[in-house]
């Protein structure tokens, strides 16, 4: 055999053989190896570089058919023009613009999109009713707000946002902005305010090559604190339930917060007679037997009355008929949350009795 010919096998079975090397970056295309700072500054020269990542944000909306989202500064109308494919025919996009111009801009732009509702908004306030929007989003907006009034407009958000509803931001990242100006918001910063203002962030991505990030924000109050250590048995209330992990661990506060801010209901599952001898202002009366026997006129007069947007809170005398309660009420799709605090103790904890 040649020489040449030995060399060709040879090659061959090296190519075969020796395994493949690991890409030298992740799934983002950029080594996260800093050997270059201005790589992880920006790509290209156009003014809005994170509209290149489109696809991946939209991804990361998650938007069904029917949601209601509100734009906040929604400048020409880019980002709506692609949400509203995602909300279709029966969810509402809010284009909100402080500029009347814009406004104006908008409405002609999607005069034959009906969905698409432009709207001119304050500096400080979106202006929307109370849970009308399943998302608030922000593009290069944020640092637009007054520094002074960024905690005060995200706690207004909690309020205009439906209970397991989000934020997103999308913003400069000026850490990373290498002098290009103040057109944005340290990522540190943000986490504060938005955790100032009763947020979390459950997402948080910087956009390699656009100098953005990405932050999507939950309520705070979704997400119950760590259970309490458990009781030694036969001391106390909580050894005697050893159910008790299926109580709401939502605090009396957030409660309270969410029945005042319209996010949450009140229902008394004790019978009629225990109802009549008093019960707490603002309950509706929902009596387990009835519940139980599939009462047809009471699980209309409750579906009626109740959206399942709302979560459901109910307490009964001692505790034990809330938990009954849950699997029915959960099975008809409520977020419903028993509370362990009997009538007694929801008195006792401030909340307003009929008498
Ligand atoms: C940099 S542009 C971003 C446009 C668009 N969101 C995008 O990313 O393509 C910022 C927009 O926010 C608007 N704006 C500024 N302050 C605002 C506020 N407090 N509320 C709502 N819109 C605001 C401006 O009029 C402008 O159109």
Not at 12 to 21: A, D, G, N, Q
Not at 197 to 216: D, N
Not at 315 to 321: A, E
Request: with cysteine; hydrophobic share 35%; aromatic share 8%.
């Amino acid at each position: 055999m040649s020489r040449a010919c030995r060399l060709v096998i040879v090659l061959t079975l090296i190519t075969v053989f020796v395994p493949s090397m690991p890409p030298a970056h992740a799934e983002s295309g950029e080594s996260t190896r800093i050997s270059n700072p201005a790589r992880h500054h920006r790509t290209g020269e156009q003014r809005y570089p994170y509209r290149d990542k489109s696809e991946y944000i939209l991804k990361e909306l998650d938007l069904q058919p029917g949601n209601v989202v509100v734009d906040i500064g929604a400048g020409d109308g880019w980002w709506v023009e692609r949400m509203v494919k995602f909300v279709g025919d029966s969810g509402v996009i809010y284009a909100a613009e402080v500029e009347k111009k814009i406004v104006d801009e908008l409405k002609e732009k999607f005069a034959d999109t009906p969905q698409v509702k432009p709207s001119l908004c304050e500096t400080d306030s979106t202006t929307l009713p109370e849970n009308s929007c399943d998302l608030a989003f922000f593009s290069q907006t944020y640092h637009h707000l007054g520094e002074g009034t960024r905690v005060d407009y995200l706690k207004e958000l909690l309020t205009v946002i439906k209970p397991t509803g989000r934020v997103v931001i999308i913003e400069k990242y000026t850490e990373i902005g290498l002098g290009e100006g103040t057109h944005g918001t340290r990522l540190s910063r943000l986490v504060r305010q938005a955790e100032e203002a009763g947020w979390v962030p459950v997402r948080l991505e910087l956009m390699t090559g656009t100098y953005h990030y990405i932050a999507i924000l939950a309520p705070k109050d979704l997400f119950p604190p760590e259970p309490p250590k458990k009781n030694k048995p036969g001391k106390g209330r909580q050894a005697q339930r050893p159910e008790t992990n299926r109580y709401t661990m939502d605090s009396l506060e957030t409660v309270q917060r969410r029945l005042a801010n319209n996010k949450a209901v009140l229902v008394d599952v004790r019978e009629k007679s225990e109802w009549d001898r008093g019960h707490l202002k603002d309950a509706m009366l929902v009596p387990l037997g009835k519940l139980q026997s599939g009462d047809k006129e009471l699980i209309e007069q409750l579906t009626k009355a109740i959206d399942n947007n709302k979560i459901l809170y109910y307490y009964c005398r001692s505790g034990r008929r809330t938990l009954i309660a849950a699997l029915i009420l959960k099975e008809m799709g409520y977020d419903a949350r028993p509370l362990s605090e009997g009538y007694a103790d929801l008195l006792k904890a401030g909340f307003e009795g009929n008498k």
